[in-house]
């Protein structure tokens, strides 16, 4: 059974840091990518940003361009998302996701949430201003 589980958010002050992490489990496919969306109240779930399982390959949304960091230990199957400079307009529910469809390019691996087959069931983050 695929599971996805994020861990590390929380409140924090503008200006401030967060890591949420991602577990993945229960597949093995060799080709695969790990996306992280955020969803505010009243608004679309939006891509945030997705690395590959096979090249290392990172996609990341113009609003966090140079803020966050996503990266991988493929020895503990984990995807993390360091989040720098948060901002007011980051709080959001987020979620990570797992697509077997890679490769794809950053359009689809952000824009299109329907190609990610399996969610975790998301960790709050609230960016106080």
């Known amino acids: 059974e695929v599971q996805l589980v994020e861990s590390g958010g929380g409140l924090v002050q503008a200006g401030g840091s967060l890591r949420l992490s991602c577990a993945a489990s229960g597949f093995t496919f060799d080709d695969y990518a790990i996306g992280w969306f955020r969803q505010a109240p009243g608004k679309e779930r939006e891509g945030v940003s997705c690395?590959?399982?096979?090249?290392?390959?990172?996609y990341y949304a113009d609003s966090v361009k140079g803020r966050f960091t996503i990266s991988s230990d493929n020895a503990k199957n984990t995807v993390n998302l360091q989040m720098n400079n948060l901002k007011y307009e980051d709080t959001a529910v987020y979620y990570c996701?797992?697509?077997?469809?890679?490769?794809?390019?950053?359009?689809?691996?952000?824009?299109?949430?329907?190609?990610?087959?399996?969610w975790g069931q998301g960790t709050q983050v609230t960016v106080s201003s």
């Open positions: 996701a797992v697509t077997f469809a890679w490769p794809i390019t950053a359009a689809q691996a952000l824009g299109l949430p329907p190609l990610y087959d399996y």
């Open positions: 690395i590959s399982s096979t090249n290392g390959v990172t």
